[in-house]
């Protein structure tokens, strides 16, 4: 894992923020037009978003090296690795789609790539071992994520890791007896408070879904 190079370019961008402000005018331009779904502060909404988006980059190299230690005091670093360095190059190699884009708005783009994928690997261990692989549950900050994208581009977005997963993780993985040892280790203590750090992330920063008035 080459994180620490997610690290740097993550200060380039939040360095480009503070000189540019474009990811605040951005935010600013959306405010008005977020869907209803998205619950914000009464005061600061703006910087509570923008809070939310710095945090939500933030969090992809050190949720991936977490991953990666779990995987492998688990005796799985072989299934997951693969798994993790793709999201790795979400960042350090950009699919094409994403061409144009700068700062933290592009950095968005990337993590939410990554947390996607982390996300679809979760929902496919759930589905053939009961439990997730990573006990982080980022569905509600992928999904305020995916409003501030807007659609049709996370839709897009949505199709590449999925394209990307294409071929890892099918069934005959979750038949391998190192994945059936780490499903009874999911729930032990350890593996728990491994993860005991990581408060969601959306209710953390004041950013909820919810149903809008009137629903």
């Known amino acids: 894992m080459n994180t620490a190079a997610l690290r740097a370019q993550i200060q380039l961008a939040l360095t480009h923020e503070a000189s540019s402000g474009d990811l605040a ?17 009464v005061e600061g909404a703006g910087a509570a978003l923008q809070g939310f988006v710095a945090a939500y980059v933030e969090q992809v190299p050190d949720m991936l090296d977490a991953a990666n230690s779990v995987a492998r005091e688990a005796g799985i670093e072989a299934q997951v690795k693969p798994v993790l360095k793709l999201a790795e190059q979400f960042f350090l190699s950009p699919p ?54 807007g659609e049709p581009f996370a839709n897009q977005l949505d199709e590449a890791v999925h394209h990307a997963l294409s071929g890892l993780l099918d069934a005959s993985v979750f038949q391998q007896e190192s994945v059936q040892e780490y499903r009874a280790r999911l729930g032990s203590p350890q593996t728990l408070a491994a993860w005991q750090s990581w ?17």
Do not use: F, K
């Open 25 to 41: 005018r951005q935010i600013a331009g959306q405010l008005e037009h977020l869907h209803p779904i998205i619950q914000l502060p």
């Open 96 to 149: 094409q789609i994403m061409d144009g884009q700068q700062g933290l708005a592009a950095l968005l783009d990337e993590a939410y790539l990554a947390h996607r994928l982390v996300e679809e690997v979760n929902d496919r261990y759930i589905a053939h071992l009961g439990q997730p692989l990573i006990p982080l549950d980022t569905t509600v900050a992928n999904v305020i994520a995916h409003r501030l994208i």
């Open 199 to 215: 408060p969601c992330l959306s209710r953390q920063l004041g950013v909820e879904l919810g149903l809008p008035l009137g629903a």
